[in-house]
């Protein structure tokens, strides 16, 4: 199945683009998603992921414009579903910053 995958701030720097589509088996998981995407980008492993392999807590995620707020990484993808990842940065929270993207 397809996903699309847009970036910000720190993120899209490691990444070098707003957005990519990447191909996924049926049935992944929002973690198992972001593993196989940070795979193909040097650095955005250890800006998504603790040592642990945890996705960090300040790593906001929306999937279709709704924010993915308790077992995130546990919630199951559908075909065509588009992840929206930010970063907590200085100067506002990750919410308000999502409130901001454009519908």
């Known amino acids: ?16 683009e707003k957005s990519v589509v990447r191909t996924v088996p049926d049935g992944t998981t929002v973690a198992e998603a972001l593993r196989a995407v940070a795979e193909d980008y040097d650095g955005l492993q250890s ?3 603790r040592e642990n392999g ?7 995620v929306a999937r279709n414009e709704h ?11 559908s075909e065509g579903d588009t ?11 990750a919410m ?3 409130a901001e993207v454009p519908q």
């Open 54 to 60: 945890a996705l960090r807590s300040h790593i906001t």
């Open 47 to 49: 800006l998504l992921f």
């Open 1 to 16: 199945m397809q996903l699309e995958f847009e970036f910000y701030a720190t993120l899209r720097d490691a990444v070098g």
């Open 96 to 98: 308000a910053r999502l």
């Open 67 to 77: 924010p993915l707020l308790e077992d995130r990484d546990d919630v199951v993808l």
């Open 83 to 93: 992840l929206v990842l930010s970063p907590g940065v200085s100067g506002g929270t």
